[in-house]
């Protein structure tokens, strides 16, 4: 992707991913870089085709250009909403920055770190859910364990709700 910057935001399109997702284009993204929305979907057991590829490598880079087109999205089992789609056409357009989207299949804190050496990611914001102390010890922190492994700089946009 050349010498500009390639900055990947976390969305699974919840309201924790638009805030970051918001965040990083407000006030990281410089004319001319690039943003990378990096999804990760479940694991999905795949007899044949693209898919099965996919699921090991994630997906080819998708440009702004599909991200609207249902047909396109449903072969990857994403359907990202209305929100998530004004921000980036607004971004790219308003910031000249260069948006497309890559997805992942499998744990989210190992495929977004894999996300960081596979694109090459100069940073990676991540919305942070906000779960309590119980839930969190639980469950685990993607964006805890995402900020211990990644090999680059890690930014966490808190949720301002907290359970």
């Known amino acids: 992707m ?3 910057r390639v900055v990947g935001v976390a969305v ?7 805030k ?3 965040w990083g284009v407000e006030n990281l993204l410089r004319k001319g870089d690039h943003l990378v ?4 979907r479940p ?3 795949y007899e044949e085709g693209e898919m099965q590829l996919w699921e090991t490598t994630g997906s080819p880079l998708i440009p702004l250009a ?5 047909h396109i999205m449903s072969k990857y089992g994403v359907s990202p909403d209305a929100e998530t789609l004004d921000i980036v056409t607004t971004a790219a357009r ?3 920055i260069v948006v497309v989207m890559k997805i992942f299949w499998g744990d989210a804190r190992e495929k977004l770190c894999e996300a960081v050496d596979k694109v090459f990611l100069s940073s990676l914001v991540v919305g942070n859910r906000g779960l ?10 993607v964006s805890n364990y995402v900020v211990n492994n990644a090999a680059c700089p890690v930014t966490i946009v808190k949720s301002s709700v907290n359970e």
């Open 2 to 4: 050349g010498g500009e």
């Open 43 to 45: 694991h999905g057991y």
């Open 37 to 40: 929305l990096v999804t990760v």
């Open 12 to 18: 699974d399109f919840s309201a924790c991913s638009k």
């Open 66 to 70: 599909e991200l609207s087109d249902s």
């Open 20 to 22: 970051a997702l918001k």
């Open 94 to 96: 308003e910031k000249e």
């Open 132 to 141: 309590g102390t119980l839930k969190r010890a639980i469950m685990g922190s």
